[in-house]
């Protein structure tokens, strides 16, 4: 995930922010235009101060529109280390205001910078509180910007934006994944001052301290030798902090080379020292153009990174100038922004008209489409009923035939299971069928139609039959009964629809008839038209 | 002395002319293009809608239009059966005699009843269908009773129309013996089977009655 810092880099790199940095030492300024993180021109102002102020002025007058970030690089700066009590975010400023108030009175330049919640019991935020002491010097500086017509940007301290600026070279230098020393130490030689030294604890700032450049002391042995027995003070100050000696301090020195060949050579009292030439710094701070002509001195490095930052650490300016420069850049980024967001409404328009035509267009091509097939469709369906006679009374004709096709009884399959139930000792005398037709009638309209010979229902067909058998063949009364019996079973198997009764046998042995014997006569025996059976045959065919 | 209060007034200006053209754009755009925009959509999705329901009727038109060539087909077929239109008696006539003649009916005697119309109700609603009736009595005698059968089923068959028989009869008359077959196979020889047969000549006026008739 990238961190803050890396956004802040990429924003630089889009938008390029344009600015002059005017950095403020103790023995000169410099003043520097810049474009994103790179520096376009810089100018070294080492006269009196009026002939500086006037040359810087002369320089900001070139580009008025470009806002100026001041940053200072002064001796009288002092950082106090307290706690804000927890309030909400809307009071947080005017208690902040409050604080700074009591910290430093009277002070013009002042600002604070959370650090993280407090530790311990009391609840509340840790604050690192700092202050430009006012001097003469100073109030001429400050003067300055209500002198130009460039907007002021904001006022800022070079040890405090410079933190980030340590951990930023010892990262690229080390790697990331090296574990970090909890203690650094950076030391750079500025021409506008001297040897600026900013130790950090944990990615914080510890202390700052400048040792000023002298010109009795010239040789690069001298100077290391300076440096030695500065930076053994500045452990002497840290011990104080918490500094653990046996751990040991890493120490980076940007300047000559010279020079940092001679540190190299005297032994420092830190852990680790690391060199680099203001040229390789900037290639690792992701800076350019921060190179003097020299190649020496270390203040373009800083002035770069202080001012180019987007978000500032800690700035020192009044609250109500930020607030003032925050509203103009507010109108500034919003006319932008709106501007912006007017190009894409314009282009969203745009792009709606034109989705309008496109779908105008299928709209009325699928209008015609839909009009030419209605028309059609209404010619065909006027076509449907143009025939001889209207398709509905076909349909009930062909119903009709249907129901009569239906009720229609196959004789010749009668015939076949007549003759099947037949033995060869029978003969049939005479068959009389009558069959009694149903009524007809039209099924109801549906809708849709159903086909003509589905929607006829069968209807029931109501048929009489009588079979006259000669069982003439027989001599024996009692097997001509036997075979006319054998015969109705032979006729309820095969049409186990229909009501099968004897109407006569060949004897008249029926529970309706008179059977009559008379003396002499053989019953079991007969002759002529006894010979006859009967059987009837009624009910359903279909 | 720098005027920074003429260049913020500025700004503000600025910014102020920026907000209006914005609003003023996507005010047009909001107010005038999209809801247009979502006219057209609508209407495009109901032309859309329209074909798509044509389509569907004329799907459901094809379908239609075949089951009436279908039945336009059967209607075609019963026509040419003479199912639809006048019985013709001297066609019955010819028919009866031809098939008399053709199945060996010694004897045939047959008497068409004059034409009756049968109006068929639909079951609701009051339209209706006539039918023409004309009952058939006819009595025969043949030699066997496979000739009045094969008579009885080609009459059937023959008719135009729809035949549908209501009575038969069959009944030996004398029993076959070897001298009688004799003369049968010889062309002469009495009947040994006669029947009667009672049958519904029926077919279809082809103009409809009058409702209620």
């Known amino acids: 995930m990238p961190s803050l ?52 002025k002369l320089a900001l007058s070139e580009f008025p529109k470009y806002p100026v970030v001041m940053l200072y690089d002064v001796l009288g700066q002092t950082y106090r280390r307290d706690r804000l009590p927890p309030v909400s ?55 300055v910007l209500s002198q130009i017509e460039n907007p002021a940007c904001d006022i800022r301290l070079l040890p405090v934006e410079s933190v980030k600026l340590l951990q930023q070279i010892m990262h690229a230098g080390n790697g990331k994944l ?115 002509d020299s190649g020496h001195f270390a203040d373009l490095l800083h002035a770069a990174w202080g001012a180019s930052r987007i978000i500032p650490a800690l700035s020192v300016w009044a609250l109500n100038l930020r607030q003032a420069r925050s509203r103009v850049l ?40 839909r009009a030419a097939l209605q028309q059609r469709y209404d010619e065909e369906v006027s076509k449907l009923d143009s025939g001889p006679m209207p398709i509905a009374r076909m349909r009930d004709i062909i119903a009709i035939q249907a129901q009569l096709q239906n009720a229609d009884i196959d ?14 000792n029978v003969r049939l005398h005479a068959l009389d069928i009558e069959i009694d037709p149903p009524e007809l009638a039209l099924a109801p309209v549906q809708d849709p139609p159903l086909p003509a010979d589905e929607s006829a229902e069968t209807p029931p067909v109501e048929v009489g039959i009588v079979l006259n058998l000669d069982l003439s063949s027989f001599r024996d009364a009692e097997l001509a009964i036997a075979e006319a019996d054998r015969m109705i079973q032979a006729l309820r198997l095969a049409l186990p629809g229909m009501k099968i009764k004897i109407l006569r046998q060949p004897l008249r042995i029926l529970p309706e008839e008179t059977l009559t014997v008379k003396p002499g006569e053989n019953v079991l025996t007969i002759s002529g038209e006894d010979r006859i059976a009967k059987i009837e045959l009624t009910g359903r065919l279909k | 002395m720098i005027d920074r209060e003429a260049a913020q007034s500025a700004l503000v200006q600025r910014f ?124 025969m005698r043949g030699f066997l009773d496979s000739d009045l059968r094969n008579f009885i089923a080609a009459l059937k068959r023959g008719l135009p129309g729809f035949v549908t028989i209501t009575e038969v009869e069959m009944e030996k008359i ?28 029926q077919a279809m006026q082809d103009s409809p009655q009058p409702d209620g008739s």
């Open chain 2, 174 to 201: 004398s029993a076959p013996d070897a001298a009688l077959l004799s003369q049968i196979s010889l062309g002469g020889g009495s009947e040994l089977v006669e029947g009667s047969l009672k049958i519904l000549w």
């Open chain 1, 178 to 292: 090296s574990k970090p020393n909890p203690w650094n130490i950076l030391i750079t030689h500025h021409r506008t001052g001297g040897f600026r030294q900013i130790v950090t604890r944990d990615g914080g700032l510890a202390i700052a301290r400048m040792t000023a450049s002298s010109a009795a002391i010239e040789s690069p042995a001298e100077i290391a030798g300076l440096l030695r027995r500065e930076i053994g003070a500045t452990i002497d100050y840290i011990t104080r902090l918490g500094f653990d000696r046996t751990a040991g301090l890493d120490a980076i020195f940007i300047g000559r080379s010279d020079i940092s060949a001679a540190l190299k050579n005297v032994q420092l009292p830190v852990r680790k020292l690391t060199v680099y030439t203001p040229a390789e710094a900037e290639s690792l701070a992701g800076i350019s153009g921060a190179r003097d």
């Open chain 2, 16 to 139: 102020a002319a920026a907000l209006i053209f914005f609003l003023a754009i996507s005010a047009g755009c909001y107010i005038y293009l999209l809801p247009d925009l979502a006219s057209f959509q609508q209407m495009k999705a109901a032309a859309n809608d329209g074909v798509i329901s044509i389509n569907i009727q004329m799907n459901d038109l094809s379908a239609r239009k075949a089951r009436e060539a279908q039945d336009r087909n059967k209607f075609d077929l019963l026509a040419g059966r003479g199912f639809i239109g006048p019985q013709n008696r001297l066609d019955a006539a010819r028919i009866l005699e031809s098939l008399r003649v053709q199945h060996r009916i010694s004897s045939l005697e047959y008497q068409i009843e004059p034409v009756k119309t049968v109006t068929i109700l639909r079951q609701s609603g009051n339209s209706s269908e006539t039918l023409n009736l004309s009952e058939i009595s006819l009595n």
């Open chain 1, 89 to 143: 975010l809307l009071d947080r400023p005017k208690i902040l205001a409050r604080k700074l108030d009591s910290l430093f009175p009277g002070a013009e330049l002042k600002g604070g910078m959370q650090l993280g919640r407090s530790t311990g019991e009391i609840r509340g935020f840790d604050y690192l509180f700092a202050s430009i002491a006012a001097s003469p010097e100073i109030t001429e500086w400050q003067s």
């Open chain 1, 411 to 424: 004789l010749n399959s009668l015939y076949t299971v007549i003759n099947s139930a037949l033995s060869g």
């Open chain 1, 5 to 56: 810092t890396d956004i802040e880099g990429i924003a630089q790199r889009l938008f390029a922010l344009k600015r002059f940095v005017l950095m403020i030492g103790d023995t000169g300024a410099l003043i520097a235009r810049l474009s994103g993180s790179r520096i376009v021109s810089h100018q070294f102002l080492t006269g009196t101060i009026e002939e500086n102020i006037r040359q810087a």
């Open chain 1, 330 to 369: 507010a109108y500034v980024w919003g006319a932008r922004a709106l501007a912006a967001a007017s190009l894409a409404a314009i282009l969203y328009s745009a792009n709606i008209y034109w989705e309008i035509q496109r779908t105008e267009a299928e709209y009325l091509q699928l209008e015609s489409t």
